[in-house]
């Protein structure tokens, strides 16, 4: 049987239509949820109708099954980014076995017992609030986590995310702050790096292009400028059978498959036409030390 709505959920719902909101009637149950008195209600409904993206206003976004802390000024982690992880994820669980070193302790650990592999060591590039990241260590059975940003709000924003696993988090330019240790040992290299060109920026919505920072959305004069600079390192840092994972879109694809193959990869393209999300996947080639 159904039942009733929330008082007040009406009228929240009818100033969300009328603000353009597609999703007004999920948007208004969770802002009813999650608004502790009236007044604080009515200006969490003000912020969400002058533009400011939901999942600002609520403090969380759901990912992979997951809440993940989103801070105003920080990328919202979008729904066909859930593809990258699932790709992750997938060849985590098929890597060989590789015995661990000896007195090494994995930094974090996902659910379940340990494998007979040890941990999956998962980098998580240009990282945001550190969803990508979380998600697939949250899903493997023992995960050792290590995310970076350059951005300072969005570190911050992950540090706490990234506490659920016990990972760690770096502040600094793609590789730049990473420890030395971790080169050659990285299982998974995830990167949802920006790939916007930089001339459509001003064609995104206004959710987006308001409230995100540039630097999480801007990809360059053709979007893949991001992707050339990890593909161009990342053969330092991956372990024998480890793979690199960028996201990118359909149009963009062939270019962000050319920066791993200019790396010395063999990247191949994989599609969600669902999520409307597109992958380029890379393996460390067989044979290929890590360099200095």
Do not use: K
């Amino acid at each position: 049987m159904r039942q009733p709505a929330p008082p007040g959920i009406a009228a929240v719902v009818s100033r969300l239509r009328a603000a353009g909101c597609v999703f007004a009637e999920d948007e208004a149950s969770l802002l009813c949820s999650a608004g502790a008195t009236p007044a604080e209600l009515r200006a969490m409904v003000d912020r969400r109708v002058s533009g400011v993206p939901l999942e600002h206003v609520l403090g969380w976004a759901e990912f992979c099954g997951l809440r993940i802390a989103v801070t105003p000024g920080v990328f919202v982690p979008r729904r066909r980014s859930e593809f990258l992880v699932r790709q992750a994820v997938a060849a985590a669980r098929s890597r060989p076995v590789r015995p661990r070193r000896r007195g090494r302790q994995p930094v974090g650990a996902g659910r379940g017992n340990r494998g007979p592999a040890g941990p999956v060591v998962i980098l998580d590039l240009c990282c945001g609030s550190g969803a990508v990241g979380v998600a697939v260590a949250t899903s493997l059975d023992q995960a050792e986590l290590h995310a970076a940003d350059i951005d300072l709000a969005a570190v911050a924003c992950a540090r706490h995310n990234v506490a659920a696993v016990a990972g760690r988090v770096y502040q600094g330019d793609l590789y730049d702050p990473l420890p030395a240790a971790l080169r050659g040992r990285v299982d998974v290299l995830v990167a949802n790096a920006p790939y916007v060109p930089t001339s459509e920026i001003s064609l995104m919505p206004p959710e987006a292009r308001l409230h995100e920072p540039a630097i999480a959305l801007d990809g360059g004069a053709d979007g893949v400028e991001l992707h050339r600079r990890v593909a161009a390192q990342a053969l330092g840092w991956l372990a024998p059978g480890g793979r690199l994972f960028i996201e990118t879109s359909d149009r963009q694809a062939t270019l962000t498959a050319a920066a791993m193959s200019a790396s010395g990869l063999i990247p191949q393209v994989v599609r969600d036409d669902d999520l409307g999300a597109t992958v380029v996947i890379a393996p460390r080639p067989g044979g290929v030390p890590a360099q200095p």
